[in-house]
């Protein structure tokens, strides 16, 4: 089982940057990919940006290429996933989740979520 918990949400300028947290406890080991995922209101889920554990590859949405930055720090037994978010935009504002999945199992979980608002 593993438990996420996100922060750093709120309200920005357009232009401006905000970075959110993830932080991941519990069976970290079973887990292959952590990612962030956004839903705008009257939108589709989309995936923003994922990180390959094993390897530190990483993926990003066209919207957020040269924007956003996923990054993975590790200590004992958390994991905290990072999302930088620079120039935002008002397009940006949404809920963000993030994920982990387990290939294995396999398994994904989801965090309960925060909000990012783009605005004047």
């Known amino acids: 089982q593993v438990h996420l918990v996100e922060s750093g949400g709120g309200l920005v300028q357009p232009g401006g940057s905000l970075r959110l947290s993830c932080v991941a406890s519990?069976?970290?080991?079973?887990?292959?990919?952590m990612g962030w995922y956004r839903r705008a209101p009257g939108k589709q889920r989309e995936l923003v940006a994922s990180?390959?554990?094993?390897?530190?590859?990483?993926?990003?949405g066209n919207s957020v290429k040269g924007r956003f930055t996923i990054s993975v720090s590790r200590d004992n037994a958390k994991n905290t996933v990072y999302l930088q978010m620079n120039s935002l935009k008002p397009e940006d504002t949404a809920v963000y989740y993030c994920n982990a999945q387990d290939y294995v199992n396999p398994m994904e979980y989801w965090g309960q979520g925060t909000r990012v608002t783009v605005s004047s």
């Open positions: 990180f390959i554990i094993r390897d530190g590859t990483t993926y990003y």
């Open positions: 519990g069976s970290m080991s079973e887990i292959n990919v």
